[in-house]
């Protein structure tokens, strides 16, 4: 992804650091359209904001600017596992169900954003319906509950 950076800001004539291009890669999941689409909005806060260089300071700044984490995850992303734990405790929860809590259309859920969080394990699929995992708590700063948290021994 590196490298598809680097030849598009080339050919949109911007100039990019490597460790700019780097940062860009890491967010954008994995996926070359995501990248041209990011490095084109970071262009644009480059231009505006700074002085046309694409650097790892000015790329920081747009994405998180762009509400795009060191994961990649946006605004929905973070959305969906906001509401997982905060509204169903964790989960298990019902894609359908955590679709209609964030006001989404179901398909877009399941096929658009949860590929990617069972991918980067925030989320896993059970039989019962959609579970965060504890790495989505210490993403979001929140407290383990509900059925993810650590249960009491027996004999503690």
Do not use: W
């Not at 994405?63 to 405790?89: C, M, P, R, V, W």
């Not at 658009?112 to 989505?136: H, N």
């Amino acid at each position: 992804l590196q490298k598809i950076i680097k030849r598009s800001a080339a050919i949109m004539r911007v100039p990019i650091d490597d460790d700019a291009a780097i940062e860009i890669a890491r967010r954008s999941r994995g996926t070359p359209r995501i990248a041209n689409a990011l490095l084109r909005r970071v262009r644009d806060f480059a231009q505006v904001k700074g002085n046309g260089r694409i650097d790892r300071d000015i790329a920081r700044l747009s994405l998180s600017a762009l509400n795009i984490d060191q994961y990649g995850l946006d605004e929905i992303d973070n959305k969906i596992l906001l509401t997982i734990i905060d509204k169903f405790h964790g989960g298990p929860v019902g894609v359908s169900t955590i679709a209609t809590a964030i006001g989404e259309d179901t398909g877009t859920v399941e096929e658009v954003y949860e590929p990617y969080l069972i991918m980067e394990g925030f989320i896993k699929r059970t039989q019962r319906g959609r579970m965060v995992t504890p790495l989505a708590y210490q993403h979001l700063g929140r407290p383990m509950t509900g059925s993810n948290a650590a249960e009491p021994s027996l004999f503690d």
